[in-house]
């Protein structure tokens, strides 16, 4: 099959790619750096010709509310390029939970995201994963200054990006699911806790501080942001960090 991945250079799409062509199909990826722009339209037309899968990878480059002008732009420009190109199988990867934190800006636009891709008019899967092990020194810098970082106790179930790749590849491939697929990492954490084995693990002689309304995942409450009915990866987070 031929597969169209849109945001295919970035973090998990270059690795869709990988995993898409080591199968034996053909996975070309696209991007702002290829000539495509999903905001303007300009060069969709193209790179959607013959694909049998679009998989949408791209990403607000804000969270705040201007996120949902973005994926409303986008997905109905992508959506309209597959429609004319004939696409089967549309494929957009999500958040675990986020449908239940309507007071995240990102996380309201991810939802906006996913209402679109349903209402449209292609056969399509969702594809939700728990927070990105990858993006866990960006969190530990929201809230940080020289000798402390303020977290939250907010439970996390981190998975790695690689894990993430497979997942997405694995529903690219096969028939589209017209529903959600939860994903997460093998292990729950405390948010502060995540924060103390990172520090640990880096050596990083800073000192966590557990504090419930730091950063933005402390709006975010019970199991928000874990799934422990999810298809869970393999990867530990001590395995990671090794």
């Known amino acids: ?30 991007s702002k750096s290829t000539g495509v722009d999903v905001i303007t339209g300009q060069g969709l037309g193209e790179a959607l010709r013959g694909a049998d899968v679009v998989v949408n990878l791209t990403n607000s480059p804000t969270f705040d509310d201007a996120s949902l002008a973005f994926f409303r732009t986008s997905m109905d420009n992508l959506l309209a390029a597959a429609e004319k190109a004939g696409v089967g199988h549309f494929v957009i990867l999500s958040i675990v939970g986020t449908d239940q934190v309507p007071e995240m800006d990102y996380y309201r636009a991810k939802t906006l995201q996913e209402k679109i891709l349903a209402d449209g008019p292609i056969p399509y899967s969702i594809v939700r994963a728990t927070q990105f092990m990858d993006f866990m020194d960006a969190v530990l810098s929201w809230t940080a200054d020289a000798d402390t970082v ?7 179930q981190p998975i790695a990006s690689g894990d993430v790749a497979d997942a997405v590849a694995e529903v690219a491939a096969g028939p589209p699911l017209n ?7 093998p292990e729950i954490f405390p948010l502060d806790e995540l924060g103390r084995i990172t520090l640990s693990r880096k050596g990083d002689p800073r000192t966590v501080v557990t504090d419930p309304t730091a950063g933005m995942f402390a ?13 869970l990866a393999p990867t530990r987070y001590t395995d990671w960090l090794s």
């Not at 799409?13 to 070309?28: F, R, W």
């Not at 303020?150 to 996390?156: G, S």
């Not at 529903?179 to 990492?185: E, F, K, L, S």
């Not at 709006?219 to 298809?231: E, F, M, P, Q, S």
């Open 150 to 156: 303020r977290l939250p106790v907010t439970p996390i």
């Open 179 to 185: 529903g959600i697929r939860n994903i997460a990492g």
């Open 219 to 231: 709006v975010v409450k019970g199991d928000v942001l874990t799934d422990r009915n999810a298809h």
């Open 1 to 30: 099959m031929k597969f169209a991945v849109i945001g295919g250079t970035g973090l998990i799409g270059s690795q869709v790619v990988k995993d898409l062509n080591a199968a034996g199909h053909e996975a070309v990826p696209h």
